[in-house]
């Protein structure tokens, strides 16, 4: 069993070696370039993969492996996928060739959730288990429809019972991790074994199905829009992709007439030391895809500014993979005397800047765990829709990254007197020696 971790969405994937030059492959996106390298590495052929569920996240890759491969894609008959697999129920076996995939229903993250457990005769090996127990918690139950949150916890509860009954050595293979935002806890393992499950997991010590709830519930932070609607292209099936994508050449006014929000994926400092007006700062890093989601309309046409060292199958692969397929190209060329230039300060120059509101946009756990005294705090992914009076502001996160984002945003939207903090909190209170307020 090979996994395959996709660090920026903390999720995993899995390939199995069959045995005999093939393989099966659990929970994969559609960017398939990890899974096909592990995959001929090995000098395997993909013959099956599995969905767990109707993943919110990002859009599965296995209708894409079943059009290049031939690949049987397996998944839960309750889902209803629109398009040629094997729908399972629960209790349904499947020969892989010397092992066996049973299906068990597991509702709760999803309504038509299903785990997978590998037999090896009749000897569990492991356990698929998507978004259901996942290490030290289980997967949020609020993404199929808010409204539903509590009453898919109930389900959830009696899906991780059903799992705790599982011999203690079956090892626990989740699909969401740490970095998840379906409430994987932070700097978890990302496998781990019923055993250790039943003695460390919180909630599988829940005694009821309210208190599970009640616990599960109070820990559910924020998550990007596009998760609301990526479930039912899954159902459908994501558009196959026959020909290799690229990022076309393209000029700023060819981007300007075509419309194009401008996103510049360089680092912070190149962006804050010269930009196109109006463009979006959204470094490319692992988490590239999850704040593209967040703050672009996957039906506006996207323009990408980058460095020349930048991949641009990485900017094109995360993207495609949370069903943003309106990159029409790359910015080549700009007039240098219109790009506009943003402050990158240092903590230790932040005193210096009387008068200046300070604005965290990290996320509420970061912020309440310890931030600068009389901040302001916006979740970045709820800025857009904030009203702020237009100020001195320096804006700040944990290194950068989604303060450029932010900045980026509130420059565009008109505000004039922005600046970029390198550096986050921690940086700042050892450079001064002053303490973080918390819990606000």
Known sequence: MIPLIDEGLGNSSYLVDLGDGRALAV???RDLRAVRRAADRRGLTIAFAADTHLHADFLSGARQLAHEFGTRVLASAAGERAFDHVGLRDGDEVDLGGLTLRALTTPGHTTE??????????VPAGVFTGGSLIVGSAARTDLVAPERARELAHAQYHSLRRLGLLPDEVAVWPTHGAGSFCSAPPGAERVSTIGREKMTNPLLAASDADSFADRLLADLGSFPGYFLRLGEINRLGPDVLRERPHLRPLTADAAVAAGATVVDVRPVGDFARGHIPGSISIPLRGQFA???GWIVSPSAPVAIVRNPGQDPDEIL???????????????TESRHHDLAMMDFITPDQLGRLGGADVLDVRQATEF????LPGADHIELGSLAGATLEDRRRVVMCGHGERAATAASLLRRAGHSQVSILCGGPGDWAELTGAALEKDR
């Open 113 to 122: 959730h299903l785990a997978f457990l590998l037999l090896d005769g009749d």
């Open 368 to 371: 309440r765990a310890g931030h």
């Open 290 to 292: 999850s704040w593209l």
């Open 317 to 331: 692969w995360q993207a495609l993979k949370i069903g943003h397929e309106n990159l029409i190209g790359e910015i």
């Open 27 to 29: 929970d994969v996106s």
